[in-house]
């Protein structure tokens, strides 16, 4: 009897560590999060639904590796407001990192905050909290960036500060602190902001090192004693020359009596080292852009009134701050700007574009992309969020994991990468004219593309064409040239003109059919320096009646395409024809296109219809030799 107990018994311990390891999620976490979602009030929709699981599918919220905790929390800007519910997040008990900054979170300092013993960082800032500091820092033994500014705190800044052996930044500025400075003496402190508080006394020497700025818009009596406001230093020059110079003058001064300019230069090396250190991973600033790229950047030109403007439907919960933190690679550099994927801390990764040359202002740039954000379609790739300010323009959008059609038409040419085939070049093709097509009726149909080329095409989840980056060439007017690999699409009257229209869309998307095709890049090096551009190329191979030889040999190997391949080529050659006038218009293109296949499984092919077209394997260097001259020898 004890035995078959037993049996039971262990069979249960069994099955429940099984279970455990099975569901992941962190069940008292979880519950956490749902009594902290129940009893606060906010703005933004969050996509917290207690039916799925939290470590996967919950804005904002991040799990350790084996999905047993709740590491990071980050509901930045969802206009939550009112008090933290108390014993609610204070439960989060493995928390590394805090983030509810830029809402309207109002009520004292969290006492139950005191249980987050793991919290690394901790960002408050721009809320409507009040109320003295907590007295006991030292609970957070791990605490590195502290950010409580612009908020309404009082009372004194707790002396405990100074037990924090790990931190790198206190912001506190925008508070009503008062009181004395305490003496924060921590070799590692970086950032440190006391600005705009109601702080008496004097600097303790610990933090002389800093600039006066940081300590402004108090009544702090050693104030003019110190050095004027530092410039401070572009996160991207090195340390010069000139700097070396001067610490060595700086360690003179400090010999000769610790003179304030010692701490000034000390001051200007850590800040040079620490943005040095910052770079490693995010956006390049504008002034890094012309050095390596894949560098980070801490935008110093960050306008408190410039926040990411993000679309309706989005669920994607960070700000700007998080955006320039992200681990970032370029993806590409374009007429309109640099591309960069953007790894964020929670996972998410998103496309985000820096835009050059804008011309247009403020105003007319967000009606603009209030207009491209407001498109929802099943072949236009959505615009998330976009961002302006004086020195930077942003747009975010999805990322594609399989990479844009430019890479899979071009970049497969490794052994074991099979090429593109024939069906999906075919959906590409239709899926883009679907897109475009829609977005020329936009705002009363005067919508443009204007940047139609294969690295702007994605596959949707039906496997169909999907187009991105709309309407920014009407933010840059006149266009700026081309680069060289997308000369190839550009309209030949928007040289002149430097304005894209209905029609150079429908020019580009003509190009782009023909670089279906032929598998070649719009721009061909022809070598040397020469290079010709693939309409002029397919035009010659057609007049000399060559037409199979424009095709893709990786295409040649399916049977019974031939006739849809003319089809499109016979399209393409419509879309790309000089005249602006006499192109034809997309939706008209599109009936074209979509009728590709509907013609084909009526009369089912045979090559024997078309004599003119031979299929031999051309040679492509004698096919790209032949296009360098209008007529091939
Ligand atoms: C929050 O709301 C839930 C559900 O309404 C409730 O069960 C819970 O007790 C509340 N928690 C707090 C701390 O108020
Ligand atoms: C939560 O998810 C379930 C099933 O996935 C769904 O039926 C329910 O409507 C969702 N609830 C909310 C509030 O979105
Ligand atoms: C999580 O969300 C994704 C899409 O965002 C969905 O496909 C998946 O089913 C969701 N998982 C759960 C457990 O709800
Ligand atoms: C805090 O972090 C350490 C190291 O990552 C971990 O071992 C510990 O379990 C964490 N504490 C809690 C309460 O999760
Ligand atoms: C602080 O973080 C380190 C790892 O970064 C961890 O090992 C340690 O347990 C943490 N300390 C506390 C008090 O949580
Ligand atoms: C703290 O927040 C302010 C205001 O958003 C910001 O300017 C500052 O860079 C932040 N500091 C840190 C270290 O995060
Ligand atoms: C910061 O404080 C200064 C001085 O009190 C004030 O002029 C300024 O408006 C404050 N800034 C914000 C964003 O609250
Ligand atoms: C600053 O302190 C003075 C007196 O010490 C007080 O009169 C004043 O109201 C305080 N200002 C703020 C913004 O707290
Ligand atoms: C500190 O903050 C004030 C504004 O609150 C700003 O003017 C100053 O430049 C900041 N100093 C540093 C070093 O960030």
Not at 165 to 180: I, M
Not at 183 to 203: H, R
Not at 446 to 461: E, M, Q, R, T
Request: charged content about 20%.
């Amino acid at each position: 009897m004890s035995m078959v107990l037993k049996f039971i018994f262990s069979a249960f311990l069994v099955f429940g560590v099984v279970l455990l390891s099975t569901n992941a999620d962190p069940v008292e976490d979880k519950q956490a999060l749902l009594d902290f979602l129940y009893n606060i009030s906010h703005s933004r929709s969050l996509t917290w639904n207690a039916s799925t699981s939290v470590c996967n599918n919950w804005t904002g919220v991040t799990c350790n590796s084996d999905q047993s905790r709740v590491v990071a929390l980050r509901l930045p800007g969802l206009g939550i407001h009112g008090p933290i519910p108390p014993n609610t997040l204070g439960r989060l008990s493995a928390l590394e990192i805090l983030s509810l900054r830029s809402n309207s979170i109002s009520g004292s300092f969290p006492a139950d905050f005191s249980r987050l013993k793991n919290l690394s960082m901790l960002y408050l800032q721009s809320n409507k909290f009040s109320g003295p500091l907590p007295w006991d820092f030292s609970v957070w033994n791990n605490l590195t960036i502290l950010n409580l500014s612009y908020n309404g705190f009082t009372g004194n800044i707790p002396p405990s500060i100074s037990n924090l052996p790990h931190l790198t930044a206190l912001n506190l500025e925008n508070n009503s602190l008062s009181g004395a400075i305490p003496d924060i003496n921590i070799p590692s402190l970086q950032q440190l902001n006391l600005s705009n508080n109601n702080l008496t006394g004097p600097v303790p020497k610990s933090l002389e090192r800093f600039p006066s700025s940081v300590f402004s818009g108090n009544h702090l009596l050693s104030e003019t004693a110190l050095p004027p406001a530092l410039p401070v230093q572009p996160p991207s020059a090195p340390p010069s020359k000139k700097s070396k110079k001067l610490s060595e003058s700086a360690i003179l001064g400090i010999v000769l009596g610790g003179c304030v300019l010692g701490f000034v230069v000390i001051a200007l090396l850590m800040i040079c080292r620490y943005s040095k250190k910052e770079r490693e991973g995010g956006l390049p600033t504008k002034s890094q852009k012309k050095e390596a790229s894949s560098e980070k950047k801490i935008s110093e030109s960050q306008d408190k009134n410039n926040r990411l403007v993000f679309f309706e439907d989005t669920s994607l919960a960070f700000d700007l701050e998080d955006l320039l933190r992200a681990s970032a690679e370029v993806l590409g550099k374009g007429t309109f700007g640099i591309t960069y994927k953007a790894a964020l801390e929670d996972a998410t990764t998103v496309v985000v574009k820096r835009l050059k040359e804008v011309t247009v202002g403020k105003k007319e740039f967000e009606q603009q992309l209030e207009v491209v954000g407001s498109i929802r379609h099943l072949n236009v790739s959505p615009l998330r969020a976009y961002y302006y300010s004086k020195d930077e323009k942003l747009t975010v959008s999805d990322y594609y994991e399989q990479g844009s059609v430019s890479a899979m038409l071009h970049g497969r040419k490794g052994e074991g990468q099979t090429p593109l085939n024939w069906e999906t070049r075919l959906r590409i093709a239709i899926g883009a004219a679907r897109g475009i097509t829609h977005i020329h009726t936009q705002n009363g149909g005067k919508l443009v593309h204007g940047n139609i080329k294969s690295s702007n095409i994605f596959l949707n989840s039906q496997g169909y064409g999907c187009v991105s980056d709309i309407g920014l060439a009407t933010l840059m007017s006149p266009m700026p040239p081309p680069v060289m690999r997308t000369a190839g699409y550009r309209a030949p009257e928007v040289t002149d003109s430097r304005k894209a229209t209905h029609a150079s869309d429908v020019y580009s998307y003509g190009v782009l059919l023909l670089e279906l095709l032929t598998g070649k890049s719009p721009t061909i090096a022809a070598g040397g320096d020469e290079v010709v551009h693939l309409v002029r190329w397919v035009n010659s191979v057609v007049r000399e009646e060559w037409t199979a030889e424009v095709f893709d040999v990786a295409l040649l190997r399916h049977a019974n395409i031939e006739e849809e391949m003319v089809e499109m080529l016979q399209i393409g050659l419509a879309c790309v024809v000089r005249v602006p006038e006499q192109r034809p218009k997309m939706r008209d293109v599109l009936k074209m296109v979509e009728d590709i296949r509907r013609d084909n499984t009526e009369n089912r092919p045979s090559s024997e219809t078309n004599p003119e077209i031979v299929f031999s394997t051309p040679t492509p260097e004698a096919a790209v030799v032949g296009g360098t001259s209008s007529a091939p020898q």
